[in-house]
């Protein structure tokens, strides 16, 4: 069984950057793709991004293109979420997902979900 936590969430003001990470236990991160997602107060969960295992598929919501980036530190079985130019509309609990499927990471079905960390944009 995949466990993910997730670190790196906090209060930022806007314009600002945070780096959030996912580590694994139990699994090697390789063989699967790992998506991220997030949840604003009163709003639904929206994918934010997601990485294939191999790490040369990576696609991004529209909302994010050019601010946020992932990537993968495989040594430390661990997959970051880079964000920049944060705005106030980033603001809300962010989740890391895990799941051998690629089509599933990209619908949002992942068998393995993390408990989130809370990310806060404001002035």
């Known amino acids: 069984q995949v466990h993910l936590v997730e670190s790196g969430g906090g209060l930022v003001q806007p314009g600002g950057s945070l780096r959030l990470s996912c580590t694994a236990s139990?699994?090697?991160?390789?063989?699967?793709?790992i998506g991220w997602f997030r949840q604003a107060p009163g709003k639904e969960r929206e994918g934010v991004g997601y990485?294939?295992?191999?790490?040369?598929?990576?696609h991004y919501a529209d909302f994010v293109k050019g601010r946020f980036t992932i990537s993968r530190d495989n040594a430390k079985n661990t997959v970051f979420l880079q964000m920049n130019s944060l705005e106030p509309e980033d603001t809300g609990v962010y989740y890391c997902?895990?799941?051998?499927?690629?089509?599933?990471?990209?619908?949002?079905?992942?068998?393995?979900w993390g408990q989130g960390t809370q990310v806060t944009v404001s002035s």
């Open positions: 139990g699994v090697t991160l390789d063989y699967y793709t």
């Open positions: 997902a895990a799941d051998p499927s690629e089509d599933n990471a990209r619908m949002g079905s992942c068998s393995s």
């Open positions: 990485m294939g295992s191999i790490g040369n598929s990576i």
